[in-house]
Every structure is written in structure tokens, then in C-alpha cells.
């Protein structure tokens, strides 16, 4: 089991904003990544750090994090947003371990 | 612009040892800033890390998997490596090899992902 919890699903309409969350102990004391997974591709960085997106990322896209739960917004989703989203982080142990969130699909309404 | 690019047999029998290579491009697999890791992500299903490899040759492994995993490194080939042992059907998988950077657990540069089906 992921020591990082996602929702399964969110919807959004075209145009509005949606934010999917991700929740773990781990978080209180690392930053959360996001990764944006579209069928049959390899997941894509969309989010890193406190808030930082790489080259090419669409400014809509975000982050945040409050307590144990980190967050991704998208500001203003388009059709192409629809897709896997995926968090990772450290895991709580200690041993610089990596874990996942079990992923959320978004639909694009 | 870094590539990674996965090599290895699509089918292994179950029991058998998974061997899987990562080929880096557009950068050194010896730079100091980065882990080489590998990542699976069964059909349907989400990523799980299998583990991550530096270049000095450290190692971590998930606990759920270390017993049976290898991962290693060839930095005159610029390539790390995947053994998995004893598998089974619950190791068919696509697996991914990805770039994390050091101190952000985070993976900037991934393979396209190569499906390995455990079958006999």
C-alpha cells in the first residue's frame, strides 16, 4: 500500500479550475512532485520543489502544501490536462526512500 | 536534451531472473547531482519505485522488493542496470528507468518504458 493517498477521480469543466490533492505523513517534512501520465506514455514532471514547474509546463499548473497534504492546481484546465496524475516524496521511514500516490484520473468535462 | 532508453527481453519465464539496461544520452551518468532509478507501473495500475542506484555504485532498494533486486552501474557505457529475481505474473509490468535528482526525490528525464510480461 502507498504511504501516499490520492484521490482515484476528479472531473472539471473546460476552463475552470480543479485542484487534486495528496496526502502523507512524509509530507509535513518533504515537498511533494507531480507527474502528469497520458495513455500509453511515460509520466512527465509537471511539478517539483516548493512550486517550481520545469521548462515547457504550462503556467496553469501549480503547486502548494499545508500540513500533510500537497496539492496540484490547475488553473483554467484544458482538454489536453486530461490524464494520470501522479505525487511522489520521500517516504516517512527515514530511508530516503521514494514512494508514490496511487494516482488520480482527471476528466476533462 | 538527456534520453534514457530501456533495452532487455520483453519475456521472461516465471522464475526466472528480469534483466533489464538503461542506456543515458545528452548527459554523464557519473554527475555528482543525480540517482539513476527504475520505476514499474503494472497495466492499469500506478508507478511503484523499485529502487535507485548513484554513481559511486550506493544503492536503496524498496523494502517491498529488496530481496530480490539488483541494480548496477557501468559508467564507461553510461548505462545502469535492473536485475529482478523469482519473478512472477505480478512482475509483468512496464518498467522505467528515470533520472531523480539528488536532495528533490523528484524524476526530471524518463525512458518510454519497456512492458516485460512474466509468461511460460
Known amino acids: 500500500s502507498s504511504e501516499l493517498t490520492q484521490d482515484p477521480a476528479v472531473s472539471v469543466a473546460l476552463g475552470q479550475t480543479v485542484r487534486i490533492t495528496c496526502q502523507g505523513d512524509?509530507?509535513?517534512?518533504?515537498?511533494a512532485s507531480w507527474y502528469q501520465q497520458k495513455p500509453g506514455q511515460a509520466p512527465v514532471l509537471v511539478i517539483y520543489?516548493?512550486?517550481n514547474r520545469p521548462s515547457g509546463i504550462p503556467d496553469r499548473f501549480s503547486g502548494s502544501s499545508s500540513g500533510n497534504t500537497a496539492s496540484l492546481t490547475i488553473t483554467g484546465a484544458q482538454a489536453e490536462d486530461e490524464a494520470d496524475y501522479y505525487c511522489?516524496?520521500?517516504?516517512?521511514?527515514?530511508?530516503?526512500?521514494?514512494?508514490f500516490g496511487g494516482g488520480t484520473k482527471l476528466t476533462v468535462l | 536534451q538527456v534520453q534514457l532508453q530501456e533495452s532487455g527481453p520483453g519475456l521472461v519465464k516465471p522464475s526466472q531472473t528480469l534483466s533489464l539496461t538503461c542506456t543515458v544520452s545528452?548527459?554523464?551518468?557519473?554527475?555528482?547531482?543525480?540517482?539513476w532509478s527504475w520505476i514499474r507501473q503494472p497495466a492499469g495500475k500506478g508507478l511503484e519505485w523499485i529502487g535507485r542506484?548513484?554513481?559511486?555504485?550506493?544503492?536503496n532498494y524498496n523494502p517491498s522488493l529488496k530481496s530480490r533486486v539488483t541494480i548496477s552501474v557501468d559508467t564507461s557505457k553510461n548505462q545502469f542496470s535492473l536485475k529482478l529475481s523469482s519473478v512472477t505474473a505480478a512482475d509483468t509490468a512496464v518498467y522505467y528507468c528515470?533520472?531523480?535528482?539528488?536532495?528533490?526525490?523528484?524524476?526530471?528525464?524518463w525512458g518510454q518504458g519497456t512492458l516485460v510480461t512474466v509468461s511460460s
Open positions: 528515470a533520472r531523480e535528482r539528488l536532495g528533490g526525490s523528484y524524476f526530471d528525464y
Open positions: 545528452g548527459g554523464s551518468i557519473s554527475s555528482g547531482s543525480y540517482y
Open positions: 542506484i548513484y554513481t559511486s555504485g550506493s544503492t
Open positions: 512524509s509530507l509535513r517534512s518533504y515537498y
Open positions: 520543489g516548493k512550486n
Open positions: 511522489n516524496s520521500r517516504d516517512s521511514s527515514g530511508n530516503h526512500h521514494v514512494v
